[in-house]
Nanobody, 124 residues
Framework: QVQLVESGGGLAQAGGSLRLSCAAS????????MAWFRQAPGKERELVAH????????YYADSVKGRFTISRDNVKNTVYLHMNSLTPEDTAVYSC?????????????????WGQGTQVTVSS
């Protein structure tokens, strides 16, 4: 199984930036499509960004498009989420997830592996 560990969360000011990392222990990391989800207090978990196996195709939620960038390094077995122009509405627990489905799933139930999450808090 794939073990995923997120890091890079913390406190940021509105307008600031953070970079999240998700390290995978599985050597076949490049076989998996990767995604970032987030869950804010009192809200459902939502898909933030997705990247396919070779990094050639990406997806972003409308709420983060133009501000967040997902990338991956298959040599380091790591996926990143660069977050710019942060707002308090970005405050959430951010989790990375992996799947091997043919098409990008929106539902978190379709993802096979999950990290434990990292807290991002944005103050105004």
């Amino acid at each position: 199984q794939v073990q995923l560990v997120e890091s890079g969360g913390g406190l940021a000011q509105a307008g600031g930036s953070l970079r999240l990392s998700c390290a995978a222990s599985e050597r076949t990391f490049s076989s998996y499509n990767m995604a970032w989800f987030r869950q804010a207090p009192g809200k459902e978990r939502e898909l933030v960004a997705h990247i396919n196996r070779n990094g050639g195709s990406t997806y972003y939620a409308d709420s983060v498009k133009g501000r967040f960038t997902i990338s991956r390094d298959n040599v380091k077995n790591t996926v990143y989420l660069h977050m710019n122009s942060l707002t308090p509405e970005d405050t959430a627990v951010y989790s990375c997830a992996a799947h091997s489905a043919l098409l990008m799933p929106v539902s978190p139930t379709r993802y096979d592996y999950w990290g434990q999450g990292t807290q991002v808090t944005v103050s105004s």
